[in-house]
């Protein structure tokens, strides 16, 4: 008993660490204008490929930017791909895997092989080919994202719907006259909200991964604006002049991932402890 | 497949305007012309009728852009795809059965913890950075290893494995957390199955019920997922095989998505995904082999 209350609160400590942590980097990226201490289109604000120092946190980059700045604005760009991609996932996947869950039947069949299909393919295969065929965009980057990330929310919404559906409540409320829509929404939807908040914050740590690596290959936000995956881009290309330019925004993309797991992570693990302790 | 052909198509963004026309005396006729000559303006049923068709006899249909067959790039480039997978999924094994080893002699303790950590971490980095990491390390600042370019194995075996080991390494850091997470979890549970407690009864070693009771047991769980790794290392060997400079099919993939080359693309994908999909059939088979069980069961 006292080493579950242990586990669980720090459980709870990790959550509110991570959450904080990723508020602030967050706060950073929204507010760049006031934390970034230099425009980042500014040229030579110092020379050309300066290490950090403490006048520029992350160096400067092949044009004397201010990398740290830059950075501060990139990461505001992936991280608002990523939370829409990931809005968009929960949306549709949502709808998705409750369709199946409640028509049942030959419906069900055909989404769940479509789901099956979709994340048979690999990923970013997947984004080459809708990207190239759509043109790259912010808006294109946050649906492809979205929509691959939606199968794997559509499984979870099911199995979870499917769950709540076989309880004795739902039973209870249909028995008792109530409609089935009506119970879905009022009842079954805050039950898994919690769930579908964790499978939130996973899809929002891969759509993080796959703006970079989209950006990284050249198919992501077009410049002037760049994400932290342009920038690694334009980083990699100029690594034998200064690493710092490539490894800082690298280090942020990574550190932003570890987060959000972290926070599905937590979330899932106390969801778990609230469940086996009532 | 279809799917492909038609997310290609359908989409708006035309290879012949893309193609030319940012050059000088492209008039819209001329530019018709072009697509007429590329069946790029017949209905949409005809052209995907005829993709169809070609790629059951073995032809891809030709480029847009070089008119070599697509076919033919491809077979140029696949051999450096198949090497680096290779080796990819062999260097993970090999680290994932040595580090399981590792944390399941000791569950729980200081090796097993740090391990487990390492594997999260593993599975939150994309391996473009994971490849950035190594180049800053290996080539800028010990600067032993080469970052970019290819040798075949005909010319020079020894030069051709010295640029291998950078694109290897960054595909099997990011593939062996995968395993060795699916790994550790099915050894550890076997260790609470009952016939583990029977060996012990028996009086047999740690050690030994280890290796030759748990191991045989823990595998074909693990080749199923194994089977998924080599699929997913194929979709990751495009990024890989673009920063290092590396001509396999997923670097040409790349290419002819910038230029929209889509014969091309559509080439690269339908190889990758039957790849995929012969793979895990082929892992799914060889479970069989292992474990008559399975077999048995139809």
Redesign the interface.
Known sequence: MTTSTKKKGNVRVLTRISSIALFFILFAFIFAKFVSPYDPTELAVAPPFSSPSWAHFFGTDELGRDSFSRSLYGGRITVLISILAATVALFLGTIWGFAAGIFKGWLDEVLMRTADAMM??????FA????????ASFVSLTLVAGILLSPSTARMARSALLVEISTDYFTAGIASGLSRWKLIWNEVMPNVASQLLVQFSINA?SAV?LE??LS????GVQPPSASLGTL?LQG?AK??NS?WY??FP?LL??LI??LF?AIAENMRISMESDKSSS | MILVFLALRVLPGDPVLAKYGASAGATPENLDALREEAGLNRPLIVQLFSWLGGIAVGNFGNSYFSQLPVSQLIWERLPVTIELTFLIVLLSCFIALFSTFLSVRKPGKKIDRFLENLTSLGLAIPNFIVGIILVITFSLIWGILPSRGYVPISENLFENLKLMILPTFTGAIVATPYLNKYLRTSMLELQAAPFVRTAEGKGLSHSNILYRHIFPNALVPTLTMLGLIVGYTLGGVLVIEYMFGLPGIGSLAIESAATRDYAILQGVSILIMTLFLLTTLLFDLACGLVDPRIKSNK
């Open positions: 048979a393919i690999p990923a970013l295969l080459l080919v809708c990207i190239s065929g759509l043109g740590a991964m970079a690596a990284f290959i050249g198919l690694i990699y690594i034998y690493y490539v490894l690298s993309v990574v991932i570890l797991n």
